[in-house]
């Protein structure tokens, strides 16, 4: 099995969730294709701090977070990225936080960019492709949307942290939703501890 998983960071608060998601997939060991959207690199920034060039986020994730995994990064421009095509062996996709522009955009196979290009090749070769969609309240258009995606064969992997295993920080709720993702793809990891009845 591959041991590559892509991963977009949309224009959508939480960016949290996607740092404390490639923590868990570079302790896992996994191949990190990311790729980051305008408006999530601006969220990179003000609310993940990354105040670092954008060519040297992998370094700098791979600094921060060790593990035996690495990161690669693609520009969402770029049509001509491996993960652009089915041919290249991969084990899924998450797109997290996904905003509500790229969910319309995958659920319409718009592929109108690298992000929506990738999840709609994830569909195709019908691999995980883990969305998890940051709006609130959702109108009518959002909760059609995620329904197309998920009977198109998405997993729809909404940011809600449990409170049973006694979060204390930030990063404890969103290792939460981090530890699900990861489960999704079938890796197993100790982001939070599991529920073991009363
Ligand atoms: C600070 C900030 C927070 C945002 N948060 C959300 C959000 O939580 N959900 C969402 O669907 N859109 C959100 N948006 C709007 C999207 O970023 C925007 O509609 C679009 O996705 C941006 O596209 P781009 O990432 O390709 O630049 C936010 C925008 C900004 C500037």
């Not at 592929?111 to 940051?134: C, F, G, H, Q």
């Not at 006694?166 to 939460?176: N, R, V, W, Y």
Request: proline share 5%; glycine share 10%.
């Amino acid at each position: 099995m591959s041991n590559r998983i892509t991963l977009a960071v949309t224009g959508a608060s939480g960016v949290i969730y996607a740092l404390r998601t490639i923590r868990g997939l570079l302790i896992a060991g996994v191949q990190v294709d990311l790729v980051v959207s305008e408006t999530g690199w601006m969220l990179l920034r003000d609310e993940g701090g990354y105040e670092g060039k954008r060519v040297e986020i992998a370094d700098y994730l791979e600094g921060e977070y060790g593990g035996d995994g690495s990161v690669r990064l693609h520009q969402a421009s770029d049509f001509a990225a491996p993960i652009a095509s089915g041919s290249v062996a991969s084990r899924g996709m998450v797109v997290v936080p996904c905003a509500m522009k790229y969910l319309s955009g995958i659920a319409l196979g718009a592929s109108s960019n690298l992000i929506e290009r990738a999840a709609d090749v994830t569909l195709k070769e019908r691999r995980p492709l883990v969305i998890v969609p940051r709006e609130t309240p959702m109108n009518l258009i959002h909760l059609r949307n995620q329904v197309t995606v998920a009977e198109a064969g998405a997993t729809v992997l909404p940011a809600n942290p449990a409170f049973y295993q006694k979060p204390e920080t930030f990063e404890d709720l969103a290792d939460f939703v981090a530890g699900r993702i990861l489960s999704i793809f079938g890796l197993e990891h100790s982001l939070y501890p599991s529920w073991k009845g009363e």
